[in-house]
């Protein structure tokens, strides 16, 4: 089975510095996808970026931007110039079969 | 752009009682997942479906049943609630792409979710 593992429970930001959140994966699997989501305090699941197993080139959406290292199986979200409204939880997460399976999340906190 | 739609978005039952949660995917998706999140931990993959049939089964308890309709929503039921059973259930939707032969699941995008909370 696939495995995603966050290992920062918090992170703190201060507004307009750029933050990495860190996540590692552990699969066989020759072809993946890693999938990173944003949640707010209101709840909701936000779709922010896509890396394939098979894309040359790191992933940016915006102010996210994927640091993907295949060889050691990582894919931290880089988020640049914090904003106040960036303070949410994040979840990494890969695709297994038709599932998504979830790291633990990073609650990330953006200060003034 | 239209978003995946989930009812009711709270509900409130008792132990014992059943709930029927529904969901209606971005128009043209063809795939729906549930997932159930508990209080401070990640989602956990339920169901899906893809063209009206279950396509793959994650940690859904025997007493919950799903099903896709003709026209693409779906609805989840759960049957003899449980304490623990108290959640945030999304329902998300994706289309399915055919690469190489073989059927990969494009980005799954989550409606609000529906609290569900069991007294």
């Known amino acids: 089975a696939q495995k995603i593992t966050q290992t920062q429970p918090g992170m703190f930001v201060q507004e307009k510095e750029a933050v990495t959140l860190d996540c590692t994966y552990d699969t066989s699997d020759q072809s993946y996808g890693l999938f990173w989501y944003k949640q707010p305090s209101s709840g909701e699941m936000i779709f922010l970026i896509y890396?394939?197993?098979?894309?040359?080139q790191n992933a940016t959406e915006g102010r996210y931007s994927l640091n993907f290292q295949k060889a050691r199986k990582s894919a931290n979200l880089v988020i640049s110039a914090s904003q106040l409204g960036d303070s949410a939880m994040y979840f990494c997460?890969?695709?297994?079969?038709?599932?998504?399976?979830f790291g633990k999340g990073t609650s990330l906190l953006v200060t003034p | 752009a239209a978003g995946v739609i989930q009812s009711p978005r709270h509900l409130i039952k008792e132990k014992r009682e059943t709930a029927t949660l529904k969901c209606y995917p971005i128009?043209?998706?063809?795939?729906v997942y549930w997932y159930q999140q508990g209080p401070g931990q990640d989602p956990q993959f339920l169901i899906s479906?893809?063209?009206?049939?279950?396509?793959d089964k994650g940690s859904i308890p025997d007493r919950f049943s799903a099903q896709q309709f003709s026209d693409y929503h779906s609805e989840l039921n759960m049957s003899s609630l449980e304490l623990g059973d108290s959640a945030l259930y999304f329902c998300?939707?994706?289309?399915?792409?055919?690469?190489?032969?073989?059927?990969?699941?494009?980005?799954?995008?989550f409606g609000p979710g529906t609290r569900l909370t069991v007294l």
């Open positions: 890396q394939g197993s098979y894309d040359e």
């Open positions: 479906f893809y063209e009206k049939m279950q396509s």
């Open positions: 997460a890969m695709r297994e079969g038709y599932a998504l399976n």
């Open positions: 998300a939707s994706s289309l399915v792409n055919l690469a190489g032969g073989i059927l990969i699941t494009d980005t799954q995008y």
């Open positions: 128009p043209r998706h063809d795939t």
